[in-house]
């Protein structure tokens, strides 16, 4: 082969490689580089998840979500088991995952009244700790934790669903024992532990009046008080039915007008009917059937629905993403939803952007395609 042919076969070659390297390098477009200029994207992980042994779920993350949460490992039964013992090992495993990833990592949650640690509130009595007593728990429990991961965690869901739709307090053991005050405590204790984490309320059924009426007092009373709180969650349990966009917006629109950022931080929508409690249950087929209409897949027309549902949610989403710092999915694929079995066992429900293959909902392909056309 003489030099001129030996040349020309080197360039192809290079060339042949060059377009190679771009095939295999080039990937399509994930969620968050669709959405991460407008907020965070984040997704609530599972200790399998975390800990690498659900890979499927794992890629997905990876290729799409810039901000994970904790579904329960921080919580207070899990972390904080006995008053002398804390427990760390999943949630050293959970923060360690979001770090190896470049994740915002989200600390969920401090102070809630369920899912806590039984000892928490009681003495060895079961009978109400003093209000002294539970201050200290409360400071030692959130001093311990929040310091632990101190400069490693973006931000803490500081106390959980402590306000009914009414506009009404819980009557949680936390509210008993020492009042409205156990809030502003809890963010006191949180803000000493952690100077630069930012902080949130978070609750559901954030769209209702009496809920943000007292939301929006709650917000205003802590900073007046010089306490730090960064923004308020909406919990995003919404179903094809409920609640209405429009309250649901000014809901979002009264939040954020207090001066803080707002978070949509529970994101996901039952596909399935109301549970009629009143129903007749004689028939116990028909019944179950009701319950689980869809056991093996949605009907296409449920399906277009629920999507068309979740377009304008997130349309409304990035309608205020001037306010809305972070839009969290509770959990990766429909089989990873706290929605299936609830309210009763045996229902099978699709709440999630991706589907139990792992594969994208029409409505997230769509918003990927978007993005992949302006390439």
């Not at 994930?30 to 499927?56: E, I, M, P």
């Not at 990833?101 to 969920?108: S, T």
């Not at 959980?160 to 008993?176: C, H, L, P, T, V």
Request: hydrophobic content about 40%; charged content about 25%.
């Amino acid at each position: 082969m003489n030099r001129k042919k030996i040349f020309c076969f080197l360039l192809t070659g290079a060339a042949f490689s060059a377009c190679a390297t771009r095939q295999v390098t080039t990937e399509e477009p994930g969620l968050k580089s669709v959405l991460g200029d407008k907020f965070l994207v984040g997704v609530a992980l599972n200790t399998h998840q975390s800990s690498g042994r659900d890979t499927a779920a794992v890629r997905i993350v990876q290729r799409h979500f810039n901000s994970i949460v904790a579904e329960n490992c921080m919580k207070c039964q899990v972390i904080h088991p006995q008053e002398d013992r804390y427990d760390f090992r999943q949630a050293d495993e959970f923060v360690k995952f979001g770090e190896e990833n470049g994740m915002a990592v989200i600390g969920h949650c401090l102070i809630w009244h369920s899912q806590l640690a039984p000892w928490f509130c009681v003495d060895k009595e079961g009978c109400n700790v003093s209000a002294e007593i539970l201050k200290q728990r409360m400071k030692d429990h959130i001093t311990t934790i929040v310091s632990r991961y101190r400069g490693r965690i973006k931000g803490w869901d500081v106390v959980n669903e402590a306000i009914m739709e009414d506009g009404s307090y819980r009557q949680s053991k936390f509210y008993e024992i020492l009042g409205e005050s156990f809030i502003s405590l809890a963010f006191q204790y949180a803000q000493e532990a952690d100077p630069d984490a930012e902080l949130y309320y978070n609750d559901y059924n954030m769209h209702t009046p009496g809920k943000r009426r007292t939301v929006v007092k709650l917000v205003n009373d802590l900073r007046a008080a010089g306490l730090r709180i960064t923004a308020v969650g909406m919990q995003g349990h919404v179903g094809m039915d409920y609640p209405d966009l429009d309250e649901f917006e000014q809901s979002l629109q009264a939040y954020a007008a207090t001066g803080v950022k707002v978070m949509i931080t529970e994101w996901d929508m039952s596909a399935l009917p109301m549970v009629n409690h009143t129903a007749n249950v004689s028939d116990t087929v028909a019944f179950r059937k009701a319950l689980n209409p869809y056991p093996e897949a949605l009907p296409d027309s449920v399906s277009d629905r629920w999507n068309a549902k979740m377009t304008a949610y997130m349309n409304l989403f990035i309608k205020h993403a001037d306010v809305i710092s972070r839009v969290t999915a509770w959990g990766v694929s429909d089989g990873d939803s706290w929605k299936n079995d609830f309210p009763v066992h045996g229902r099978t429900d699709y709440a999630l952007l991706f589907d139990r293959n792992y594969q994208p909902k029409p409505f997230v392909k769509e918003l990927l395609n978007t993005k992949s056309e302006a390439y």
